[in-house]
């Protein structure tokens, strides 16, 4: 794959997406370089000036106030990156350290930063040659990630660890493989390295992709327990959808189309209710609120990927700094709450799906699916494990980004909490690979008591790969092993190949 060039100014989600998965090398534009070179020398004559700038010549924080002399810039910039290193346990995935990274220095390439080239460099070198810090996940408050992408400065001026081939090492191990010497921090180095909201866009990037897979999934589950039901089609036809003008809706209800297409749905049936509950009249509305939602993301994660976000910006032009206010998330944050509670309406209607799939009132079926009554219980108990399930849910979903306290001595009285909020979208989305699971488990069973009709182009090569996974329930088993298989063949990307070789 040929380098990705960055020049703090075209950096699109699909590009972000083959650095972080595909592991897409990156190159440094040479006009953006001449930038932040351009940027650093404002720092310099500033300094020599005696100008007062704050990460320069003053402390952070609290500690606006504080003056030091050139001599102490290096000794400075390392104890800022050491005192900054903070949080807890987990740590971040290598995908969204690669996001982080990655986003960091095209940011940086904007030319705002005053951060050195050679340290734009070593971001450049991490990112080709597989070195990723080691990033706690839980610290940041999201007015800039500084507590935890310090530990990406730890690991660039010689200390903490990093994944690196696969295994966990020090980063002086992994630098010194790769010929990488350590950093030298210079002026404003330290505080560019940490002032930055990478982790948390870095999370919203990752949840991004993992949602944009999972509406297929969920469309293909959705439709599968609809053939299951004997259900209606009407509610996804073209015309209707046309009318209401719902982005998200229209989509949502053509992809089922595709899905559907050739199934025995399309025939009429007598014994077929003309209308069928909410939950399944309208799932692709439902779905097509999380992709607005989605949609909301994307727009702004796509103008922050290219945008500074430092504090002090500074002028080139004018060869002037000035205090700002660029690296406030909170659009960001309410976006991800708002796709939060979306994904919440997802696993409610999953919830009742699976009630209505178990209920011979609804689907002239056995109750709970049981292949022998009487004699199997089949899936009656399971109701317990989704249901809490989408609890967890809505627990997850209740927003974080208006909890803060005034820190720094009052000085950072607000905050949006932006890795928060996503990591708790992250976790509601691993939810619903479960409870998408659990409805497949459900839609295919209620398909083979139908004698197996026929199916959808989509469906019913999902039908056949699933049942390689997980057989049909003849008798009473340990339930939570097909739970768990369920899952996998989402979480592996099973269910998602299918899709995609189904559609081709």
């Not at 991490?126 to 706690?136: A, D, K």
């Not at 897979?213 to 089609?233: I, V, Y």
């Not at 329930?473 to 996998?488: F, G, H, M, V, W």
Request: net charge neutral.
């Amino acid at each position: 794959m040929n380098a990705l060039v960055l020049n703090g100014s075209s950096l699109t989600l699909e590009k972000l997406r083959q650095v972080v998965y595909d592991r897409r090398p990156v190159e440094l534009d040479a006009r953006a370089m001449e930038r932040a070179a351009k940027a650093r020398q404002v720092l310099f004559d500033m300094a020599a000036e005696g100008k007062p700038v704050y990460g320069l010549n003053r402390g952070v924080g609290w500690n606006k106030d504080k003056e030091f002399d050139q001599d102490f810039f290096e000794t400075y910039n390392r104890n800022l990156i050491n005192s900054h290193s903070l949080g807890i346990r987990p740590y971040c995935s290598v995908e969204e350290v690669r996001a982080m990274m990655c986003i960091r220095l095209n940011t940086a390439l904007c030319g705002c930063t005053g951060i050195s080239t050679e340290i734009l460099t070593m971001y450049k070198e991490f990112l080709n040659r597989g070195i990723h810090p080691r990033v706690l996940q839980r610290g940041s408050i999201g007015e800039g990630d500084i507590s935890t992408l310090s530990l990406i400065g730890q690991t660039m001026i010689g200390s903490g660890e990093v994944e690196y081939k696969g295994e966990i090492v020090s980063s002086t191990q992994a630098m010194s493989a790769e010929g990488i010497p350590p950093a030298s921090l210079g002026p404003k180095d330290g505080l560019s390295i940490v002032s930055s909201n990478a982790q948390g866009e870095s999370m919203a990037a990752v949840l991004i992709y993992a949602v944009e897979q999972l509406l297929e999934e969920a469309d293909a589950a959705f439709c599968l327990s609809l053939e299951g039901l004997n259900g209606g089609l009407q509610p996804l036809g073209e015309k209707v959808n046309a009318l209401r003008g719902l982005n998200g809706q229209k989509i949502s209800a053509a992809r089922c189309r595709q899905f559907l297409a050739g199934s025995y749905l399309e025939q009429p049936d007598p014994n077929r209710a003309l209308q069928d509950p909410l939950s399944f009249r309208c799932a692709s509305a439902v779905h097509g609120s999380v992709i607005d939602a989605l949609d909301f993301i994307k727009h702004h994660m796509e103008i922050q990927l290219n945008a500074t976000d430092d504090n002090p910006c500074i002028f080139v032009d004018e060869g002037a700094t000035s205090v700002s206010q660029n690296f406030e998330t909170t659009t960001l944050a309410l976006g991800v709450e708002m796709l939060s509670a979306a994904l919440n309406h997802m696993s409610k209607n999953i919830c009742y799906r699976l009630i209505h799939l178990a209920d011979p009132a609804f689907t002239g079926l056995t109750r709970f699916l049981t292949p022998a009554e009487v004699k199997t219980i089949a899936y009656g108990t399971i109701q317990k494990v989704y249901t809490v399930l989408d609890a967890e849910n809505r627990m997850l979903a209740t927003p974080s980004s208006m909890d803060f306290i005034a820190v720094a001595g009052s000085i950072e009285d607000h905050a949006s909490n932006l890795p928060l909020a996503a990591a708790k979208a992250l976790r509601i989305v691993d939810n619903l690979r479960y409870m998408i699971g659990i409805e497949i488990m459900h839609g295919a069973q209620a398909v083979d008591l139908r004698k197996k009709p026929a199916l959808g182009r989509v469906t019913g090569p999902v039908f056949e790969t699933y049942r390689r996974v997980v057989p049909y329930l003849n008798a009473d088993r340990n339930l939570s092993l097909d739970i768990e298989k369920s899952y996998r063949f989402i979480k592996d990307g099973k269910l998602f190949q299918a899709i995609r070789e189904a559609r081709r």
